[in-house]
């Protein structure tokens, strides 16, 4: 097949257009990279010269005095200048500080020297802190009881003692209701029978005196609910007294 010479001057011309243009915006492109790098370059070197002002021709603007000293105030104690603003007193040239006066020690071994050796300490429970105070207080004060209403039962049958414990809990004396009988504590108040407790019985002329204490401490802990004892069969009347 013949090729026509026009065909191939065009081909070779299109080719020789297209490597042309080709270089052309290679160089182009690379005289902006190094254009680019030139500028980053600039921008990172150190100035050759840094702007300076010289202030030994400097004049003060217009209505500004120049400070010459005269009206510092004295500072005291320390030449480093304060960082608060100077305050000026009319007829005060300087301000002291208070320092609070330490304590006088006591030289006990020349006062021990000079009475013979002996020291004399009476007078040193005057110097009793006063918390020791508080307590000799609470220690020499009276303690008061919680008074609560109670009234004294005696069982002196059987039949009384089994009524008895149908309502009562817990474990109760045995008692030979022919020459013995039961005291038992109950309560007249909203408090439960447990908190009394039988603390004695002690014979006092015509009358039988039952020693009883209130204690409302670990009642969960009490088994019975009621404070019982046994005693001698007696017609003396039956008094209650409360102790601690």
Same mark, same amino acid.
């Given at each position: 097949?013949?090729?026509?010479?026009?065909?191939?001057?065009?081909?070779?011309?299109?080719?020789? %257009?297209?490597?042309?243009?080709?270089?052309?915006?290679?160089?182009?492109?690379?005289? $902006? +990279?190094?254009?680019? @790098?030139?500028?980053?370059? &600039?921008?990172?070197?150190?100035?050759?010269?840094?702007?300076?002002?010289?202030?030994?021709?400097?004049? %003060?603007?217009?209505?500004?005095?120049?400070? &010459?000293?005269?009206?510092?105030?004295?500072? #005291?104690?320390? +030449?480093?200048?304060? *960082?608060?603003?100077?305050?000026?007193?009319?007829?005060?040239?300087?301000?002291?500080?208070?320092?609070?006066?330490?304590?006088?020690? *006591?030289?006990? #071994?020349?006062?021990?020297? $000079?009475?013979?050796?002996?020291? +004399?300490?009476?007078?040193?429970?005057?110097?009793?802190?006063?918390?020791?105070? &508080?307590?000799?207080?609470?220690?020499? #004060?009276?303690?008061?009881?919680?008074?609560?209403?109670?009234?004294?039962?005696?069982?002196?049958?059987?039949? *009384?003692?089994?009524?008895?414990?149908?309502?009562?809990?817990? #474990?109760?004396? @045995?008692?030979?209701?022919?020459?013995?009988?039961?005291?038992?504590?109950?309560?007249?108040?909203?408090?439960?029978?447990?908190?009394?407790?039988?603390?004695?019985?002690?014979?006092?002329?015509?009358? @039988?005196?039952?020693?009883?204490?209130?204690?409302?401490?670990?009642? +969960? $802990? $009490?088994? &019975?609910?009621?404070?019982?004892?046994?005693?001698?069969?007696?017609?003396?009347?039956?008094?209650?007294?409360?102790?601690?």
């Amino acid at each position: 097949m013949k090729i026509k010479l026009s065909t191939l001057f065009i081909v070779v011309l299109s080719f020789a %257009l297209g490597a042309g243009f080709m270089r052309w915006w290679d160089m182009t492109q690379t005289q $902006k +990279d190094l254009a680019q @790098m030139q500028a980053i370059f &600039n921008a990172q070197q150190p100035a050759d010269s840094i702007l300076t002002a010289d202030l030994r021709t400097a004049e %003060l603007a217009d209505g500004v005095a120049e400070e &010459n000293g005269e009206n510092d105030v004295p500072q #005291s104690g320390t +030449d480093l200048p304060s *960082q608060l603003s100077p305050i000026q007193l009319e007829g005060i040239s300087e301000v002291y500080g208070y320092k609070k006066p330490e304590p006088e020690e *006591q030289d006990f #071994s020349q006062t021990a020297k $000079k009475s013979g050796g002996v020291v +004399d300490l009476s007078g040193a429970e005057n110097n009793v802190p006063a918390a020791t105070d &508080n307590a000799r207080q609470a220690m020499s #004060s009276n303690i008061t009881m919680i008074e609560a209403p109670v009234k004294a039962r005696i069982i002196e049958t059987n039949e *009384q003692y089994k009524e008895f414990k149908r309502s009562a809990r817990g #474990s109760y004396p @045995m008692a030979d209701f022919e020459t013995e009988q039961v005291l038992v504590l109950e309560s007249q108040s909203n408090l439960p029978d447990k908190v009394f407790e039988i603390a004695g019985i002690e014979p006092a002329g015509d009358k @039988m005196v039952v020693l009883y204490r209130v204690n409302v401490f670990g009642l +969960d $802990k $009490k088994t &019975n609910t009621h404070s019982a004892v046994k005693m001698d069969k007696t017609d003396l009347p039956i008094v209650l007294e409360q102790v601690l």
